[in-house]
């Protein structure tokens, strides 16, 4: 039996076949109403302006984009695709200043279990609102994507493991972006995010644009005084250190 039949499956793809299918909406929009929970439920120190703003905002910009998608994420508009940048960056930017604020209390006598709380929900919102920037940036977001052939889609800003099994043996190879056509979708970027959160630094998915490695390094940036310097302190201060 020859390569090509080895590797051949036991029998047609329907969805592939069909043309392309647009991204699940279900994951970002999960994603994006746990970051404006862990936003609203800030102690009041830690928010930007009144409670209600930002998150209202948020859900605002989210309920019209799954107008446009409701679905599977198939159709883009120029402002939709401003609309999604625009809610990612805000989640991002709403959640440093947010940091900010938590490190100016590092010296005073805030509560140490309200400050390991909100370090937590920090991390947590800092995590997805990189998830989403990461997930409508590369290869021009998640519409063109997935609708676009191949050799039409943007520039990437990440390499995948997908994108470097060809050369791998049979079982491996069998999932990579050359050989089955693969294309990350929002699981993939939110991976990235917790590593990058965790090991600061990248891991298996590797940045090849400047965008992409300044983007990175604020995320790492962010985590580490979250990880370092806030949870460390309001630990100390619930052991009496």
């Known amino acids: ?34 970051a404006v929970v862990l936003y609203a439920l800030l102690p009041d120190s ?15 910009l989210l309920v019209a984009l799954v107008a446009t998608n409701p679905w599977r994420m198939a159709r883009q508009s120029r ?13 991002i930017v709403s959640n440093l200043v947010s940091l900010g604020l938590l490190v100016t209390q590092l010296g005073s006598d805030a509560d140490g279990m309200a400050m390991l709380r909100g370090a937590m929900q920090v991390w947590g919102t800092n995590v997805i609102g990189f998830a989403l920037v990461y997930w409508e940036l ?29 050369g791998a043996v049979d079982e491996v190879r069998a999932s990579s972006s050359e ?6 979708v929002f699981a993939d970027y939110l991976y ?15 940045p090849l644009s400047s965008r992409a490695k300044l983007l990175m390094a604020t995320q790492a940036t962010a985590a580490l005084l979250t990880s370092l310097l806030v949870v460390a302190r309001a630990v100390g201060s619930l052991t009496g250190g």
């Open 138 to 166: 590369d290869r021009g977001g998640p519409v063109a994507r997935r609708m676009l052939p191949r050799n039409k889609i943007p520039r990437a800003d990440w390499r995948f493991s997908q994108d470097e099994n060809h």
């Open 46 to 60: 830690l928010l930007l302006g009144p409670r209600v703003v930002i998150p209202v905002i948020e859900v605002a």
């Open 192 to 206: 990235l995010s917790v590593t990058n959160s965790s090991a600061f630094s990248p891991t298996d998915t590797m």
């Open 79 to 91: 402002w939709s695709r401003i609309a999604a940048l625009a809610l990612a960056v805000l989640v």
């Open 1 to 34: 039996m020859g390569r090509n039949e080895s590797r051949a499956g036991v029998g047609p793809d329907p969805e592939r076949d069909a043309g392309p299918v647009g991204e699940h909406r279900l994951p970002p929009v999960i994603a994006t109403l746990v």
């Open 179 to 184: 050989d089955s056509d693969w294309r990350p």
